[in-house]
């Protein structure tokens, strides 16, 4: 590969992945929170699409999980789930300012264990400098009723989420999964390579070219930064497209040349195996909603 060529796919790994479905914040309470509540998530996406998000601008905060005291914060931060975990959350009878927010992930990519956000994790913003412009706005809206106002809040979580994780990235506070990759700019490019063109032909071989690496070299360091072969990575992101692919209503022989599978019945297995529905269930949901659709209109 030249530098020339090298230079140019060496883009912005997140903002592309994020430009296509990224995660999007749900906020259920925003304002002066007393005593306790208790959160567990949305019962509308499975577990593993979903994540919250606490914020607390003023007083204090402790974070139960079965009634025994785990987290405590005590000055502005942030508490940030990469599962939906069941826990209460506690606050002072004087009462604390605290946004909480269901984060939703697409189901075909940037799930938590994905992009490898840990179970929990605190967060004062005093280690996140930069943030006071998007929380003030954040409490400002939470505050005020104006038009718009609950899609204005939700836009500052996606934000705040956004910085939250470059800070996590930048600060290796992850598990292993896309964040950890962008730690190394050779790997970064063969993520960002895979997900613009998965259909290609990525050989390992390929795959440690683009890296400008050897292939053991590269399949070990690929493997250490996100928990997984090239291989099984590269058919994560192949299925996951053709699984958005299908429930659009394309057909499953176009959807198979586009995501890199000669054969439509080993496509149509994994798919199967992999998100338990059939390309044939898929396309029957997408007529079904297409009809309602046009009955609608």
């Known amino acids: ?50 994540g919250m998000l606490h914020v607390l601008q003023r007083g204090s905060m402790r974070v ?4 025994r005291e785990q987290i405590l914060l005590d000055r502005p931060g942030i508490v940030l789930f990469g599962s939906p975990l069941p826990h209460d959350i506690d606050t ?36 996140i400098p930069g943030l006071e ?7 400002s809206e939470s505050q ?7 899609t204005a809040i939700n836009l500052l979580v996606d934000l705040l989420l956004l910085m939250v994780l470059r800070h996590c990235q930048a600060q290796n ?16 490019r063969v993520v960002g390579e895979l997900h613009q ?38 058919q994560t992101i192949r299925l996951d497209l053709a699984f958005g692919l ?15 599978y000669r054969s439509t019945t080993a496509l149509a297995r994994a798919i199967q195996q992999r998100h338990k529905v059939s390309p044939r269930e898929l396309h029957a949901d997408s007529s079904g909603e297409n009809s309602l659709l046009q009955t609608v209109v």
């Open 1 to 50: 590969m030249s530098e020339e060529a090298r230079n140019s796919s060496e883009k912005d790994v997140l903002s592309d992945l994020f430009a296509g479905n990224h995660p999007r914040g749900d906020v259920i309470f925003a304002g002066t929170h007393c005593g306790s509540s208790h959160h567990q998530g949305s019962t509308d996406l499975p577990a593993q699409q979903q």
């Open 64 to 67: 139960l999980f079965d009634g």
């Open 92 to 127: 002072p009878e004087r009462g604390s300012e605290v946004v909480c927010a269901n984060l939703d992930f697409p189901d075909t990519g940037l799930s938590p264990a994905k992009l490898g956000l840990p179970e929990y994790l605190v967060l004062p913003f005093d280690e």
């Open 133 to 139: 412009a998007i929380t003030g706005q954040l409490f």
């Open 144 to 150: 005020m009723t104006q038009p718009g106002q609950r």
């Open 173 to 188: 506070l992850v598990r292993p999964g896309i964040l950890a990759a962008m730690r190394d700019p050779r790997i970064a």
């Open 197 to 234: 063109k998965p259909g290609e032909n990525w050989s390992v071989e390929r795959q440690a070219e683009t890296a400008g690496m050897s292939r053991a070299s590269f399949a070990a360091r690929f493997r250490d930064l996100l928990g997984t072969s090239p291989g099984d990575f590269l």
């Open 246 to 260: 299908l429930r659009e209503g394309k057909r499953l022989q176009a959807v198979a040349s586009q995501v890199g």
